[in-house]
Antibody, heavy 120, light 107 residues
Framework: QVQLQESGPGLVKPSQTLSLTCTVSGGSINSGGYYWSWLRQLPGKGLEWIGYIYYYGSTYYNPSLRSLVTISIDTSKNQFSLQLNSMTAADTAVYYC????????????WGQGSLVTVSS | DIQMTQSPSSLSASVGDSVTITCQASQDINYYLNWYQQKPGKAPKVLIYDASNLETGVPLRFSGNGSGTDFTFIISSLQPEDIATYYCQQYDDLPITFGQGTRLDIK
């Protein structure tokens, strides 16, 4: 059974960079056929796709966040990561990592979510 | 970006009722639409993919249909465990976008 688990700080100061890591267990991140994704959910709001990465490093970002976001992958650790620069209070959200299955075109496994609060 | 508009934004129904949620895309997305269920404090879970295909293990009371710009999600006989927020999501073009959600509760 594939499992994803987010880790990182729960509190970030304004203007700082958020760094989150997603550790994948129960399957290899470099097996192909999946995009490793980050999404977020602002308080009481809907879901926003941030971007995703393929195992060999190609990335796709939401244009609304492209200038602030970097997604990277470490296949040796079976992890992928999110960096979001210049955080503001508006970036306070639950951040999810998820797996996009290319053959069926949906997010089939998700992490439990990581609440990140931006506050001084 | 393709905008996804769900209605209603919230819905209250009785156990056993049939419930319908609609999702409209701002442009033709063929059948490239999924439906997710999100319970409080949990991650979303896919119920329907490619507009009308039931994910393995999902109860048969859930169904979806539509193509192009107009889609429908139906729960044929509402159960107490169906209390959740439901989202449509398109993958016809990047960025992947979601509807704003429909919060469903028991009357």
């Amino acid at each position: 059974q594939v499992q994803l688990q987010e880790s990182g700080p729960g509190l970030v100061k304004p203007s700082q960079t958020l760094s989150l890591t997603c550790t994948v267990s129960g399957g290899s991140i470099n097996s192909g056929g999946y995009y490793w994704s980050w999404l977020r959910q602002l308080p009481g709001k809907g879901l926003e796709w941030i971007g995703y990465i393929y195992y060999y490093g190609s990335t796709y970002y939401n244009p609304s966040l492209r200038s602030l976001v970097t997604i990277s992958i470490d296949t040796s650790k079976n992890q992928f990561s999110l960096q979001l620069n210049s955080m503001t209070a508006a970036d306070t959200a639950v951040y999810y990592c998820a797996r996009w299955k290319m053959s069926t075109h949906y997010f089939d496994y998700w992490g439990q979510g990581s609440l990140v609060t931006v506050s001084s | 970006d393709i905008q996804m508009t769900q209605s209603p934004s919230s819905l209250s129904a009785s156990v056993g009722d049939s419930v319908t949620i609609t999702c409209q895309a701002s442009q033709d997305i063929n059948y490239y639409l999924n439906w997710y269920q999100q319970k409080p404090g949990k991650a979303p879970k896919v119920l329907i993919y490619d507009a009308s295909n039931l994910e393995t293990g999902v109860p048969l009371r859930f169904s979806g249909n539509g193509s192009g710009t107009d889609f429908t999600f139906i729960i044929s006989s509402l159960q107490p465990e169906d209390i959740a927020t439901y989202y449509c999501q398109q993958y016809d073009d990047l960025p992947i976008t979601f509807g704003q959600g429909t919060r469903l509760d028991i009357k």
